[in-house]
Nanobody, 124 residues
Framework: QVQLVESGGGSVQSGGSLSLSCAAS????????MAWFRQVSGKEREGVAT???????TYGDFVKGRFTIVQDAAKNVVNLHMNSLEPEDTAMYYC??????????????????WGQGTQVTVSS
């Protein structure tokens, strides 16, 4: 049984930093990507950052160099380090795993395993 467990969310002031962690268990070695998505109530889930087992990384356009995704492949852990946070970054952040097609890595419908989410709140 696949489980993705996120941790590290919380509240921070604008300009601050947070780090999220996702621990995966039960994943097949055939699962090629892990990713972070975020969602605000009433809006679609959007891709934040993705990383393949070989280390290929993709970021959402809004990241603008503020976030870094890092994986420990041996431990099946993926971390998202977020700097220069803005109120617009407030959302529920989800860890995901799957086999997205090329150029579709930031699409939520390409992933079939999801964590329960962790809330990030940035105040102005």
């Amino acid at each position: 049984q696949v489980q993705l467990v996120e941790s590290g969310g919380g509240s921070v002031q604008s300009g601050g930093s947070l780090s999220l962690s996702c621990a995966a268990s039960g994943l097949s070695s055939l699962t090629t990507y892990m990713a972070w998505f975020r969602q605000v109530s009433g809006k679609e889930r959007e891709g934040v950052a993705t990383i393949s087992r070989s280390g290929t990384i993709t970021y959402g356009d809004f990241v603008k160099g503020r976030f870094t995704i890092v994986q420990d492949a041996a431990k099946n852990v993926v971390n998202l380090h977020m700097n220069s946070l803005e109120p617009e970054d407030t959302a529920m952040y989800y860890c995901a795993a799957g086999n997205p097609a090329w150029l579709r890595q930031l699409r939520a419908d390409e992933y079939y395993y999801w964590g329960q989410g962790t809330q990030v709140t940035v105040s102005s």
